[in-house]
Structures are given as structure tokens and as C-alpha cells.
């Protein structure tokens, strides 16, 4: 079997094979009138121009724009630029395709972290909640949503905005939970409920297939509301779960943005949901300051100002010289 | 039976009887060591402090700070001011007092209209809604809080904060909805249903017995996402309720502050719900001009700058010469 | 007499001939270092390129950038996309080409509504004007200018800013104006007169003959100046025109964008002026929801995010199902 | 003829005589139900309460709240503070009392320098202007003006606030642009008659007899526009005026406070329009330093923080050692 | 020997001893003319008023405003209200009234924690910290500083403004960074670092005896100038402090505001900045939520507006029922 | 010697020879597989694309991106724009080609004034400061930076960044502070001592050969604090310079941007300091316009909006009439 080509490894004149993501797919007429495809294909390490020009009506069935696909083709130069003639094509599924070395992390960025580890890591956590109502809550709402929760980002494009971005910045945030709760005298059950369903909502709001988009509940509602009601949903489910208690996590889910300017109707209003809200700004912009370093394309030690922070971020040399 | 006598005819030396709101409520001691009840009362035309020098503790049992209260007393001067020595007093309410001519609205400030021709206005446009599913959204959620849409204000202290201030504001935003519907060509029965629903979990945000003040489900949550739940849970009884209609029900509820840092999680989406904001702002603007006008204490034409608006109003001399 | 045909029905190879605003032209050079003219050419429904190969010197004189044109030519495909090949190209003014078809509102964005119809809407309500002042007053700033508000717009780029854009926001709010004015107990003949004359200094601000743009004036002294200066400079043609009456005018002109930060040097400081004031942000704001649902080129439900609201509006699917 | 006693000399015991601002007034009753005058009485030294307990309603009727008085009286000490006892009180004015001494600058702040050292300094800058009608127009507005000029304050509460602050304010200005326009080559004529007249429009906002308030017109239209007009309504009178040279003027007028939020209409387009406002705002934070500097109660080195500028000011030891 | 009374458990006629801290000292004649001193007391537990009526002019050379004051007197009542008759009165110091039980930790707010046991967990984690260079650093400046530390505040009036707060907050950040500095991978050598020195420059820019104040370094440079100096003349003290590690530290305290609008004037621009920046944020405002409730007078489960976050914060009635 | 031929001059068919900056350099390969260089050349005058067919691995050796360079080549026409083929290029130096006409100032814009001329102004200043320590400080740091003082930029992109425009700026402002100075009655030797050094932390924030770039010290530490760094390191090496005079220089740097917003973590506290940043304000934004100006691509009178101040720019007619 051949081996899968990252579009980043394209050279004239190579023929290659490998899975991407069609971003765009266009059907044209060039100039003798005959109809061609334009593509636009992505994968994690860079983006390309296709282009096919036989079996045109054959291929323009077999995908469509968002697909991911498997490609076999040819690599051009077209105004200094590599493109690939593309001359088999199909959409890839995990269904079909694994077995050909297919998986949807290849085509679009992905947490580094494996999601069944993160994914235990977190039940366990969930496991070692004291208070009964709490435990149950997150328990049911993790279970029920694990299918999603695998995959989603935790955003569109702000913060862990790639696949499995969700359960990776839950993860960071219920770690810091589990020791910022006793460092502060506070109930940690509480703070660490906060931090896994603070953003429950996102798996509402957010569409999540190869590109993240919002949905309709998502732009008419919004992820704080849509969770608030999950939570409360669910514990309407657990007998005898406690009125004030659940206040409190509907609370802490409202006002965990912590500024009304970023959509919270409420600002936190106990020391609980304080730290939920401190803990998502600081593990939110380690990310971002993360990413603006790895994404940054100038060469010398400092980043850009085209970021989240507006200032040439210090990429650094070597460290404590 | 003796004339009830308001705060602001009170004279040194008369004898009066009356109802007042007690507003604080002190046991003390004389320097001679006896008990006595340091009073402060008010009615809607001012305010002045009680003193009780007898049978201090048999008053004290009968009333509380925040009663409405039955007074016979005095009028003596102390420090310039006008002071009440209280000789019977006693909690009023509408059971015992409405026959001694005892009227809430003559202790807190209240609505010029009548609550129930406000009401009987209200619900004439309730049954002129056409689309079945919103008609019976708004008539049930009006039946079943009947009582405290009767006399609650609509806000704590910004606007329409006054007794029975919720009808006068949800009355006159619905007249101008049943304009202005058809003006932009929209969706009249939604923007009518929006003005009646938007504020509605006030009714739950707000305690309002004589003084407003936040309740904790109002103070942790607020009044729009309650709001929204009471238009979510009363649509989930009424057969067929269509899905798409009730999300803009709720969008317009969750956005009618119209901008995040007026705590709305949505801004308004679309055009109905842009209508019910701009509508709201129009009839809160000039109603605080209304009350800016009528508190101010200045004399001469201009009020002073300590308003709403941060400068002089101008109250006018004889409109147009 | 062959059919108009508007730019975005051009097919290739067709012959065709209409009416189109010429935006750009130029004078160049092929690498042959033949002269030939590059144009750019918009209608109501698009945008195209154009060439003149032949008889360059000829046709150069007998049009300007910015001047609607009469075009004979024919359609080609250049770079993917249709480029007109002009056989004959003159200036269309109403004199010259009305018979012909030639209307300015082919080539401009233009109000729905018909201006003739709007006109007399408008001076309707000024015959309705009880005060004789006022009623005045309006009457001789409208007679005076009607040639320009027949067609103005009512800005040069956020609201209403087509071909008698600016009679459609007065008329809207006008309308807006005889309702609310009673609705809120003030002297209605004084909001619909600031209705009218609150945007009269435009017509000097902007000059506006296919494209809008600002003047000198509009540019140092702006049409809130301007605009007051006109009602002042008619009123001190009208006897025993009230001092403060016109005090009151100028007040509602000069303070009508509501905020200092949008260009007024006074906020609203009477309830006539207030009223004024949230009457035209509701008028702009419903406009501007209107327009840019219009022009989003998104096929979903929702918009993009790149307009006023700076979020994405919610077109709808259909309405209540 | 005894000393005038200003209010920060009073002791207790002594007998004196002086002239005062009378700035409250208040005829009460004593407890024994007499008549007397409560008064507050102010000089650029301090403030004081009075009383008069003889010819009460004598002397009532001799002056207002408001008035400048000359009185004799004896100084008490009445709950640790001085009070005067007024023996004899009339209103002071200019035409009575100027041969006993009376000055108004004692009862107000006033500027430091000669009014009318400063108004010739002045007129000798007009005299230098080389533009003939700009000298004209400076001319023309100052003449007409000046007994207002004279003793009018720059602003009612925020910088040169005192008696004759307008022409100080001015007078530093004009010096200013007289270095400035020269060294960034502009039209030092243009320069000098911005300064001249930007704030022109003062003496009709602001009403100064000892107190400064605003008008009804100031309130209503602002000093930035009226200023304009009295430069437009001047010009109008002053043969062939150049067009473009008169909006200039006025430019700079409307432009002067450049920034919308500080009410002026128009930002500064030109860098005559600049340069005025960048010495405004000099000559205007210098003076608010020095006033916060002089006004400050705190005896170290630094001034408290409730001042303009938010911050502890240095008022500083010994200069350089 | 006599029992030290807290000013909370003042009651009328007791004769009580105590130690206190003179807030205010004034020198006053009765009406009679003779001599008093006028004092304001406070201690942790609240303020009274005091009065010396004899021998005054001994005990007046005895203490002054600001001191630590040994008090024996009786308590009166006055307007309603304790007062403290002063028989005898000396300055308190350490020194002299240790024996007798005083502790400046009696009259002013401390730190919860004992100073001694947090400087012993300070030096533990400067004792783990690998890099040599930055162990130097901490060391160094730690040990010189060590009596100023072991009482200073953190700040003059925002979050652990009482004594040792500087260690309180110090520790528990310090605590964080060991944790979050692995849990980010970053260099926690260089995060603990960062912690330790961020506010190093209070030290100088607060005097703090017994009520904190700004000194004039404090003033004109500020801490975060201050502290940056004090890392860098230690750095050059130690031998081969690489270069671009002491930049490193001096950007962390430049920056560890984080905004400009907090006066730093950089942001974090990179990863240990950034987190040492959050951390303190953290630490903060967890402190400043706790201050909040503790200070709050109101009796029901919600705080007053009065506080920082603006908002009513949540007390709480027992937790989970 | 044949003449250079600036950028703007360049015809199709011209022979020219010039001095260039060289902005971009990328070796490409042509579809045929053969090397070329593509150039982006600059000058005062304009930019141009070149291209190197001949000899590429020679030249490329010979420059850098970022150089000046000395060309001779010939003007072709590619897509209707002029385009450059190299024949032959060379690095330029002032020490190599001075003798050809090199001239820094002929590749990037430059200060009017002759560098020469605009020092022996400053020293002049600095000649005539009365207090000895202040002279000396001035003297010793502009002695030593004089190198780099005569062609340093004054900021990056901001104002007076061209060539010498350090210098400019400083004159300019030191001008002024020896007008201001007794205008205001201040220290005027502080005055101009903190216009002399205000900025001066800039030669190490920015790196500047032909481009303007920020170093790393600049990116991390900042000017404001480097610049007082260097005005303190240089008092310590003057005996007794005066403790209090130092600081307040030292304030008068760190304040100088005068907002925290423009990162100056102290804010002017006395009146020095507030004069030089008035000054700097001043003179910053009479260049911003000036250079706006200058720039503007429109024909009209008018600059477009795209500019610092955000609205059109009067670039006038002529003058007065």
C-alpha cells in the first residue's frame, strides 16, 4: 500500500495519494466549454488547488464540498504554486476507509492528547465527586452526550478550536479544579460540576462536522442558556436534588464568561463560581497565546501583531541563556 | 370619621390620622434610660420622622419595618423639621383598613391609570392576537399571574418603578407594537406576543410588596432567562406548539435589552425582535425623562444635571410663546 | 426598439444594449500601444467590465466617469467572468433618453416606493400642522427644496442610502410621529416638524447626483449645523415667529443623533426632542436590518456577521411552521 | 474708615466690617416662634455663616441671595466655628460702595492679572493681524463685547473659572499662537482669530453676575455653535469676506473642543483648526493642574487624589535639592 | 492585671483598658475656653470617639496621630452613641507594651496565617527552585528584605491590604505556580520566580506603619518600575546572570498587570508572563470576593451593591439544602 | 556620469542606472526549471518590481533583502505596469558608492532639515540650560548616542518616522519648551531636559537601518522604561546630582505618554511634566496631519478618511479666498 502524502510534501511531478478535506468544489467551464471541477483540498499540514479534468460528471457525484476524500493524482506548478490534477477521487468515511489508513485527524486539526485517554481521565475525575446530586449530574450528562463530547472543539474559532478541543480544555480546566477548590476552602464538588458543564451547551450550539459553524439554537439561543438548561434538565430527572444546590450550577453556567460584554446575563456572584470563571480565562488564553505562537509565520524570535494579544508574542531562542 | 391627613399638609401642632409606609423601625433608650420607637414613615407625598414615648412595647409587637401602618398622633418641630409623636399605631391592611379608607397607593407611588382598566386594555389586544398558538401563550401566562401583574413595577428603580408601573409599561409598548407591526410590515402577533413576554420574568426577578427588591432567583438568574422559561414551559403545555416559532419567542426575550452590557446573552437577530427592543428603549427612555422631570426639586426652568440623562432637562415655561 | 438588458442577464455572445452607470474610466494603452478605454459599468443588478477598442477618441469625449451611459455592445467571457465589448457608448441624461427607457433608477439603488406618492404624503402632514408657525415654517424649507428631496438620499452609506432615500425615512417617520406624539401626551406639532427638518441640512451635506458624496460644507460644518441654520434662517422670514418656539426647533435639530460621539453637540433636553431622536434610531436601525439582510450573499437561514449588528441575522425559513 | 475684615481673619469677639457674597438666604423662625435671617456669606478668603436677629424683615427686603453685601456685625463661635452676627446689611454695588472699598474681585475669585492690562494686550494682537478682514472681524466682535469681556469667566466649573477668566485664557492663548503658527508655518492670522473666538460663544452661554450658570440658550444650543454664529452673523456685515476663509472660521469654532464626546461637531480637518485645539487643551489642563494644586487641602507634599487628573499631584518640596 | 477590651464590647459605664490605634488627634477649646483633645479610636473590632478633658497638655506630648495608643478610661454615651473618656494614655510600642499584651495585630486588620510559619514556606519553595541563577535572585532579595515583608500589605486599599497580606498573597500564588507552571509545561522555575518578585516594588512604593500610604517613590515611579529595578541591580550582582533570563524576569514584572489601563506598561508576551499575570488576577480577585462578604453589614443571603464586582453578591445559607 | 533616475521617472524603453532599497528578494524558478530573482525595489519616489534573469547565483551573493543597492537596467511593461530587469546590482554603502551620489536619503524618506544643521541647534539649547546637574545629564547622553541620534526615526509608524526624525521632533519640541517654559513661569531647564530625553529610550527600542523595526529589548521592556534607565544611569556618574531632581526627571519620562493607555504607567504629576507631554502631543499630531496630508492619493481638496483622525482632510484650495 502506498503511502499517504501530506499536502505539505507535494512536489512537481509527484503522483500521489492520501485524504483531505474538500473545502471548496466548483463546477466550471473552461474556455472550450468543456465542464472541470475546482477544488479547494486542506489537510492538517496545509491547503492546495485541484483540479479535475476527466470523468467530471462521474467524480462531481461520488463528493461533495465539506467531504472528507481520498485522492490519487499528480502534482503541477500553476503560477508557482503546486496544484493537483486529480485523477480518482471518493469520499472518505471511517466506515470505509479506515482500513486504507483514514482518519478524520488527518484532515483537520486535532488535540494532541488521545480522546479515549482525556475521555477517562475525566469519567474518573467525575467518579471521585463526594456529593451525591453533582455526581449524578455529571455522570448522566456525560454519558448521554459521549458521542459528541469525543470530537467536538471547544469553539469555533477562539480557544481549542480543533477536534477533541472540548474534552481537552475540560480536562486542563477539572485538573486545575480538583486543586484550586481546596487551595481556596471552597466546595470543590461544586467548582469542579462548573467546570464540566460550563460549556456543556457548546454541543448544542456549535456544528461540528470537518468545520465547526453555528447552529440555529446556537445563533437565536446561545451555548450559556442552551447548558443552563441542560443541567437543569437533568436534574429535574434526579429525585430529590437539591433546590439551592441546583441554583447554584445554573448560576455558575450562566455567569462563567464573567463580563457581560462576552454574553454572561450574570456576573459571578459566589466564590465557586468565581473560579470557574477565572479557571476558563486563564486555561482559555494559555491556548490562545499556544496557538498564536505555533500559527505565527515570521521567522525571528517574536511573533506579529495580527494575534488575540495585539503584540509581538516572544517566541523565545533557547530558553535561559 | 377624621379626614386622613398626607405628610406634606402636616403642621406643628395638629393633631392628625392617617396611613403611612414605616420605612425603619428603632428601639431605643432615652439618656434616662426609658425604651422608645424611633420611627421613619412615608406616604407618597413625603416623608417625616415618629417618635412612640408610650406603651412602647405593646406597638412595638404590632408592626414591622416595611408595614403600611394606621397612625393617630401629633405634629410637634424638632431641628427645624416637622416630627409625628405617634399615639396609636397599628399594621394596615387592605382586610382591615380599606373601610377606614386605606388605599396601598396612598403609601407607595402609583400608575396614574386604573389597574383594571389597564388590565381590561391588555387582554382586548391578547384576543386580537391571530396566530392561535401565540394568542394562548400570552392569555395563559396573563391568567395564571394575574394577581402580581395587577400591581408590580417594572423595575427596581430605573423606570416605571412604581406600583402597578408593569401594566402602564406593558400597555403602552403593546399600543405602539399594534402601530408599528404593520408599519415595517412585520409580524405583528409576534412583536405584540414579544412586548407582552419580554419583561415577564420580572414577576419572579422582583418581590414587590411596598418596596421592590431582587429576589434570589432574580439576583442569580434575572429576569431574562426566567422569563424565558416561563414562555418555554407555557408553550410546552399547548398542543403542537410550532418549534421554530417558539425559538423566536425566546430569542426575542433573551435579546429585548438589545446589548450585551444591558445583560442580554443575544443581540436581537432579526426584525421582530429588533422592533420589541426598540420599542422597550423608546417607552423606558421616555418615561425616566417623565419621572427625571417631576423629581427634580430646581426651580427656575431647567432641572439640575443629577438624572438619567446627566444634564439640565428643560422643563419648559409656556410651550410655544 | 430592442429590450434594456440589465448586467446580470448577460450571457456570452450576446448582443446587448441598456442603461449603466459608468464608475470608473480610463485611458490606456495596449502592449501594441493602441489606446483603448477600461471601464466599469454598475446597474441596479450588477457590476462589469467593459472595453472600447474602436473609435476611442471619439467616444472618450462623449461621457465622464460618474455619468449614466446609453451602451451598445457585446458580451464576452474574459478571465472566467463577462466583460462587454462597447460598440457604442453616449451620455443618458432624462432629456435625451427617457423615450428610450432611460430612467435613473435603473442604474442606482433606488426606494421602493414611488417619490411623487411620498411627496404628497408628506405635505399632507404638514397641512395638518396646527400651528400656524410651525406649519410654515415646514412648508416653505419643503416648497424651496423639492427638486432635491425628490431624489436624495438619506446618507452616503448606513441607512437609506438610494435614490429618494431620504423622502422614504422622513415619510416613515412622519408617520411614526402623528401616532406617538398623542401616545405620549406631547405637542405633536412640534415632534413632526423636528421630524422634517431634523435631517434638512443633507440636502447641503451630501451632494448626490448618481453618487453620493459630501460637500465642502458637509465635510467642515456638517448637516446638524446646517440643517439648523436652515429652519433658523426660514424662520426669521416668518412674522412673530415664537422665540422659544424656535429655540425648541433648533434644540430638536441640533440634538437629534442623541449622542455626543455621533456628532451632537447637545442631547435631547425636552421630551419633543427625546421622541424625535428615538424615533430616527428606530426608522435607521429597522432600515439598516432590512438592507443588510438584503444584501447577504449567504444562502442559509443566517447572514454573515459582516454587517451593522456584527452578528448573524436570522432570515428566516418560513415564518411560523 | 475701618478695615475691610475678610472671613478668613474673623476671630472670636471681634467686631467687623466687610463685603460679602451673600450666596443662601432663608427667613426662619426661632423656637419662640421670632423671625430671623439665616445667611451663608462667602469671600475669596472663605465661608461663613451669619445671622440676623433685629430689623429682620427690615433688612430682608435691602438684599438677595446672590447679592454682594457690606455689612457690620460681630463674629461668634457656634459649634467650634466662627458665625457672624449681622448688625447692618445692604446690598454693595459698584456705583454705591466703590468709595468704601468695594471691589467685586473681593467676593469672588478672580483672575490674578489686570483686566484691563490684559484687553489692551489683546487689542495690540488684533491691531497685528496682517489679514483685513480677519482684523476686521476679530475687531468688530471684541468691541461689541467687551463689558461682557472683562469679567467673564472661561467655564463655570472646570478651568479659569473666576472673574475675568475668559480674557486670561485668551490672553495666554493668543500668545501662544502667535510662537506657534510661525514655528508649523500655517496662517498665523488664522491661528490667532481661531483662539480669538473660539470660545466666543461663552458670553451667551454662561450668565456671570458673581455666580456663573448657563443660559437658557446655553443649555439649548451651546457655546460652540452660538460662538459660530456671532463669527457667521459678524462676517455677514464685513464687505467681500471670502467665502472659503469664513467656513474656515467657522471650522475651527465647531472643531475647537476636538472630540465628538466633548460636544463639538466637527473634528479638526485642517491643521489652523488643529492647532487651536491643541492649545486649548494646553492652556486648559495647565490651568486645572495649577488650580488642583492651589485648591488642595492636604498638607504633604501631594495633593489628594479627587482632582482632574485621578492622581496624587506633586506639589513638591524645594525644587532641585 | 486587667483584661484588654475590644471597642466592640464597649458598654456604658464600664472602665476599661486596652490598646488602640489613634486615627485622628485635634487640639480644641471647650466653649468655656479650656483645652480638650479630640480623638478617633480604632482597633479590629471598630472606632469610637475619645476625649481627654485633663491633664491634656502632658498626655498630648505623649502620642500623635497615627500611633499605637495604651488607653485606661470609661465609657459614656453621647448622642446615642459610646464615647471614650481618656484617664490615662501612652504611646504602645513593642518594645514597652509587649508584657502588658499588646500586638499591633490587636489595633490594625492582619493576615489570618502567622507570618513566621508562611516566611518558612516561602523560603522552602525558593530552596526549590533548580535554575541557580534564579534561586540567587529570590534569595537574595527575600532575605534582605525580610523585615519589611514580614508586615507589609499587598496593597494600600484593593485585596489583602492589611498586615503580612504581601506574604499571604505571595504564598498563595506561589503555591499555584508550582502547581500551573508543570500543568502548562512551561518553566516553573521562571513562573515561581515571577511570583515572588511581581510586586517586590511595594515594598517601596507602600509605607506602611500602621496605615498604608504611598511614598513618594511611589508616586513618581511606581512598584512595578520599583520592583523591576530591584531584580535587575540584584541580577548584576550575581555572577553571569545570563542576559536574556534577567530580561525574561524584568518583562514579568513589567507586565504582570497585564493591561495598560493598569499601568504596566507592557503586556505578557510570552507564556510565564502571561500565567504570572493570571495568577494574580486569581489570587485577587478570590481575595477581593472574600473581603467583600466579610465587610458586608447587610443581614440577608446577598451582599449590597457596594463592592467591587458591583454586584450582589451571595452569601449563602447552609450550602447544598 | 550618467544621472540617477528615481522610481517615478521610470519609462518603458528607458536605460537606467539609480540607488534602490531592496525590500524583498526571492530566488524562483521559471516553468522552464531556470533560477531568477524577484525583487521588490523602493525609493523616495515610489516602488517597482525587478527581476534578475542573468547571472543569478552571482548577484544573489552580492545583496540582501534590506539593503540599499546600486542598479543599472532597463524598463519593461508587465501587466500595464513598469517593471525592472536587473543587469546589474551591487550592494550600496555610503563608503563604497558616496562618491556615485549614494545617499541614504535618496532610499527612504528623510527629514527636511539637514541633520547637521538640526544638532548643532539642540547642543546649542542644551548650551543655555542654567542648572548645572540638568546641562551635564543632557550633554553626556546626547554626546554619547550622537551617532545614532542623527539618523534615528522618532517612532515606527506613527509620526516624524522617516529619517533624522528624531532629531526633528526633539527641536521642534525643544523650541517650544523654551517658549512654554516662562510662558507657564516653570523650571524651564526641566522643561527642556524632559523634552531632550523623553524619547531617548527609543534608540534602543527601535532598530532602525533602512527599515524601522523593534528590538528585543524594545518588544519587552519598552522605551519609556529604557529611556529612564538611561537618564538615571547617567546621573550616578554625576557627582551630587540632587536625589529629588533626579526623580522627577525620571517621573517626567515614565509620564510622558500621559494615559496608561499609551503605556506611560504614571500619569504627569506635576506641571513639567504635564508641559512635555502637552508638547509632545502636540507637535506628534501637527506631523500625524501634516504627513496624512502629504500622503493622501485623492485629487480633490479632501484627503479620504483613511487616515489617524478618521475623517476627510481639508488639504484646502487656495488659502483666503
Known amino acids: 500500500m502506498k ?9 512537481e511531478g509527484d503522483s500521489i495519494q492520501g485524504f483531505y478535506l474538500c473545502v471548496e468544489k466548483h463546477l466550471r467551464h473552461t474556455r472550450s466549454g468543456d465542464l472541470y471541477l475546482d477544488l479547494i483540498l486542506r489537510d ?7 483540479k479535475i479534468w476527466e470523468k467530471v460528471s462521474d467524480f462531481n457525484e461520488k463528493f461533495s464540498s465539506g467531504d472528507a476524500v ?9 503560477m508557482d504554486r503546486p496544484q493537483l490534477t ?3 477521487i471518493n469520499k472518505a468515511t471511517v466506515q470505509n476507509y479506515a482500513r486504507y489508513g483514514f482518519d478524520p485527524a488527518l484532515v483537520v486539526p486535532t488535540a494532541n492528547a488521545d480522546p479515549n485517554k482525556m475521555w477517562k481521565e ?11 446530586f453533582l455526581k449524578k449530574l455529571c455522570h448522566q450528562i456525560y454519558r448521554v452526550n459521549k458521542d459528541k463530547l469525543m470530537t467536538h472543539p471547544a469553539s469555533v474559532s477562539m480557544h481549542h478550536n480543533y477536534r477533541s478541543g472540548f474534552l481537552e480544555h475540560i480536562l486542563s480546566m477539572a485538573k486545575m479544579a480538583v486543586r484550586l477548590g481546596p487551595h481556596y476552602r471552597l466546595d470543590t464538588d461544586l467548582v469542579l460540576t462548573g467546570v464540566l458543564l460550563h460549556d456543556i451547551g457548546k454541543l448544542h450550539e456549535i456544528e461540528s462536522d470537518y468545520e465547526a459553524s453555528f447552529t440555529k439554537e446556537g445563533n437565536l439561543i446561545g451555548h450559556i442558556v442552551i447548558g443552563r438548561d441542560m443541567a437543569r434538565a437533568t436534574a429535574k430527572t434526579i429525585k430529590k436534588f437539591p433546590k ?9 453556567i450562566l455567569s462563567h464568561q464573567g ?7 450574570k456576573k459571578p456572584a ?3 463560581a468565581l473560579l470557574v470563571h477565572l479557571i476558563d480565562v486563564m486555561d482559555s488564553q494559555m491556548n490562545i497565546m499556544d496557538m498564536a505562537m505555533e500559527d505565527d509565520p515570521e521567522k525571528g524570535p517574536f511573533t506579529n501583531r495580527h494575534n488575540y494579544f495585539r503584540i509581538p508574542l516572544f517566541k523565545g531562542e533557547n530558553g535561559t541563556e
Open 122 to 132: 475525566i469519567t474518573t475525575l467525575i467518579g471521585k465527586i463526594k456529593n451525591p
Open 270 to 272: 459566589f466564590k465557586e
Open 86 to 88: 486529480v485523477k480518482r
Open 244 to 252: 439551592n444546590l441546583l441554583l447554584k450550577v445554573e448560576h455558575i
Open 259 to 265: 463580563k457581560y460584554e462576552w454574553q454572561s446575563p
Open 70 to 78: 481520498a485522492i490519487k493524482g499528480e502534482v503541477d506548478i500553476f
Open 44 to 50: 492538517r499540514t496545509g491547503q492546495v488547488q485541484g
Open 3 to 11: 503511502p499517504i502524502v501530506p499536502i505539505s510534501k507535494f512536489k
